[in-house]
């Protein structure tokens, strides 16, 4: 309210939301290399959790989810020093399931593989997520999304497009169940046409 004169560029419609009367210029949605990742048309039948483990991330969703639907899940994550009690209490215990397999935090350089061979990518989180990158590298990579609808992410996911939108934990299990309606190269080209680096920067220009 104090500084009008500021113009501002938001990464989602849903990150204004805690701040409705900012001048907002525009909204320009995160972009990456189209090159960065390829293309990948077939997995190798895993679930994958790609991020932070955190209470907000909620991995022990994804954990659930993949129990019940019963597919392996391999979790790429890493624990920062405020979410160690988190990890210790909360998640080490689950990962005694033999369909569980934690990997811990990947480089860059391995995320395309990681992704690209996965059936799907798990996003249930629970918090007003600003934009979520990993789910545009999902897509990059061909690999179809099952979120919940927190912040960004009926923004980012067409819903029995390029992923699900979920509510519950039975929602995303039946979703998984559903993932060979999803097509891959409609996942790749959603994100050609929508969430590559140039036009992220050209919007930028504008």
């Known amino acids: 309210r104090r500084w009008r004169q500021y113009p501002l560029v938001s990464i989602s419609n849903a990150q204004r939301r805690p701040l409705p009367r900012a001048n907002w210029l525009a909204t320009v949605h995160h972009g990456i290399p189209m090159d960065r990742f390829g293309?990948?048309?077939?997995?190798?039948?895993?679930?994958?959790?790609?991020?932070?483990?955190?209470?907000?991330?909620?991995?022990?969703?994804?954990?659930?989810?993949?129990?019940r639907a019963g597919m392996p899940l391999k979790i790429a994550a890493k624990v920062d020093p405020v979410d160690q009690t988190y990890f210790d209490r909360t998640i080490a215990p689950l990962l005694a399931n033999p369909l569980v397999e934690f990997i811990g935090e990947i480089p860059e350089r391995n995320k395309n593989a990681f992704l690209g061979q996965a059936k799907a990518l798990l996003f249930p989180i629970d918090w007003p997520e600003p934009f979520g990158?990993?789910?545009?590298?999902?897509?990059?990579?061909?690999?179809?999304?099952?979120?919940?609808?927190?912040?960004?992410?009926?923004?980012i996911i067409d819903d029995g497009v390029t992923g699900f939108i979920v509510d519950t934990i039975e929602d995303a299990v039946d979703a998984v169940r559903r993932l060979d309606t999803i097509d891959r190269r409609t996942c790749r080209q959603t994100f050609e046409r929508r969430f590559t680096a140039r036009r992220m920067a050209s919007q930028y220009v504008d």
Do not use: H, N, T, W
């Open 39 to 67: 293309f990948s048309s077939a997995s190798e039948g895993y679930l994958a959790f790609l991020g932070r483990i955190s209470p907000e991330k909620q991995p022990d969703c994804a954990i659930e989810i993949a129990r």
């Open 133 to 155: 990158l990993v789910m545009i590298e999902a897509m990059a990579c061909g690999l179809p999304v099952i979120a919940f609808p927190g912040g960004s992410v009926c923004e």
